[in-house]
């Protein structure tokens, strides 16, 4: 079983910087990622890293200002927001997929455990 807790978040002003954290418990992860989700909307992705090739993989609106990144001794993943927009507000979830599950990285239903999510507000 996979446990996500999140933390980080909260206010900026536009142009600046929020580093989003998750500590990851459990095995059999394959992708670790990390979500928005606008009010009234599903869930779209933002960032995944693979664990089995270790490589990140963005979404274009966040390619050059988002990075995500694991310490793989503290279970922990992180995403680094720089460069923040107000369009960037939304609550972001962490999120896990374990060996098995196949589909694109950004597609939330294949992705069986999710953190508690974390406001970011850009304004």
């Known amino acids: 079983h996979v446990q996500l807790v999140e933390s980080g978040g909260g206010s900026v002003q536009p142009g600046g910087s929020l580093t989003l954290a998750c500590e990851v418990s459990g095995g059999g992860v394959e992708y670790i990622a990390w979500f928005r989700q606008p009010p009234g909307e599903g869930r779209k992705g933002v960032a995944s890293?693979?664990?089995?090739?270790?490589?990140?993989y963005y979404a274009d609106p966040v390619k050059g200002r988002f990075t995500i990144s694991r310490d793989n001794v503290k279970n922990m993943l992180y995403l680094q927001m720089d460069s923040l927009k107000p369009e960037d507000t939304d609550m972001y979830y962490c999120?896990?997929?374990?060996?098995?599950?196949?589909?694109?990285?950004?597609?939330?239903?294949?992705?069986?455990?999710w953190g508690q999510g974390t406001q970011v507000t850009v304004s």
């Open positions: 999120a896990a997929r374990t060996v098995g599950y196949g589909g694109f990285w950004w597609i939330p239903a294949t992705y069986a455990y």
């Open positions: 890293w693979n664990l089995e090739d270790e490589e990140p």
